[in-house]
């Protein structure tokens, strides 16, 4: 797969996997993770991981495991975690979660 940003040739490598889990909401941001597994050779999983590190949103890669298939080819899997301020709505819906809860626990 060739991966094009802003014009520019950016990386190949054979997409085997994607998966988005729950957001996961917390006081003032939200979490996504998403499960991915990828082939290529060493040059383009790197080339794909620093893609990554310069995103401009906060983004994270977690249980990664490489693996060599064969001579000039790995399998790359991991959790990429991105991440997201809330909106206001979304922000006074959690203080409310927590209020609510902690009310439930004081009675």
């Known amino acids: 797969m060739v991966i094009m940003s802003g014009g520019w040739l950016v990386w190949t490598a054979q997409w085997e996997a994607l998966a988005s889990g729950q ?7 939200a979490e ?11 040059h383009a999983l790197a080339s794909f991981t620093s893609d990554i ?3 401009q949103r906060t983004v994270t890669i977690d249980s990664k495991a490489i693996t060599q298939l064969r001579e000039g080819l790995q399998s790359f899997e991991g ?5 997201r301020y809330l909106d206001k709505a979304e922000m006074a819906s959690q203080r409310k979660t927590a209020e609510d809860s902690k009310r439930r626990e004081n009675k």
Not at 23 to 29: G, I, K, M, Q, S
């Open 23 to 29: 957001v996961r909401l917390h006081d003032f941001y």
């Open 32 to 42: 996504l993770p998403i499960e991915i597994k990828l082939t290529g050779n060493y």
């Open 53 to 55: 590190a310069n995103l």
């Open 79 to 83: 959790v990429i975690h991105t991440f």
